[in-house]
């Protein structure tokens, strides 16, 4: 019963996005997701503000 | 980053991490050199909010070149975003995010985050999706696929 609650909630929430960007999601790399949540959170705090420091004129996403 | 980020729970304000660093706190990787976060408007928040970026040195980002602007307690009850430079780092202090959405709305859609001694709430991934889902910024958009691999990761 939970795992179709969860279901709806994931069909719910991923509902009304364009196909295009749900495609471009299973292309991403998820080792490296898998990395970042070993680590401590604090430490992914610091990861994401040292990658963008070092790659500064070649944002991607977020500023 | 870590130590605006200590400096706010030291300073025992309320707030609730948002934006990029919230993606990278639920393992999606996006990078961003900046903090984001949405505060209690509550009066007694707003002094120790206030407090704490004053001790920082905040003044708004982008500012003409000799034009120091520093944020006021009437701007941090109000409903806009405070785009701040502090001698720890960009932060950007946002009263309302999404529609109209302030801290008082958010807090049922939090996780607290413990590392050591820092205890801080930061917005759930699910929420973090629904807002870039709805957001017409295209740097927005360009986040969600981060965003929904890190979902689906999790499982």
């Known amino acids: 019963m939970k795992d179709r609650k969860d279901e709806k909630l994931t069909a719910d929430l991923l509902s009304d996005i364009d196909a295009d960007i749900l495609e471009a999601a299973s292309e991403v790399d998820r080792t490296l997701i898998t990395w970042l949540l070993g680590l401590p959170p604090l430490a992914r705090v610091s990861w994401a503000a040292r990658i963008a420091e070092s790659t500064k004129g070649f944002k991607l996403v977020d500023e | 980053m870590e130590s605006l980020l200590a400096a706010l729970v030291r300073s025992d304000v309320d707030f609730i991490v948002v ?10 990787p996006v990078v961003t050199q900046d903090l984001d976060i949405v505060h209690s408007k509550s009066h007694e928040n707003v002094v120790k909010l206030l407090k704490l970026l004053k001790k920082i040195s ?37 009263c309302e995010i999404g529609e109209a959405e302030s801290y008082d709305n958010l807090i049922g859609h939090t996780l607290v985050f413990s590392d050591g001694e820092l205890s801080f709430r930061v917005l759930k991934l699910e929420k973090l999706i629904e807002l870039k889902k709805k957001s017409p910024r295209t740097k927005d958009r360009l986040m969600l696929p981060l965003l929904i691999a890190a979902f689906k990761q999790r499982g």
């Open chain 2, 19 to 28: 934006g990029g660093m919230a993606a990278a706190l639920h393992g999606a």
């Open chain 2, 58 to 94: 905040a003044k708004y980002r982008g500012q003409p070149k000799g034009l120091v602007l520093r944020p006021s307690s009437v701007e941090l009850e109000g409903g806009g975003h405070l785009n701040l430079i502090t001698s720890l780092g960009p932060l950007d202090v946002l």
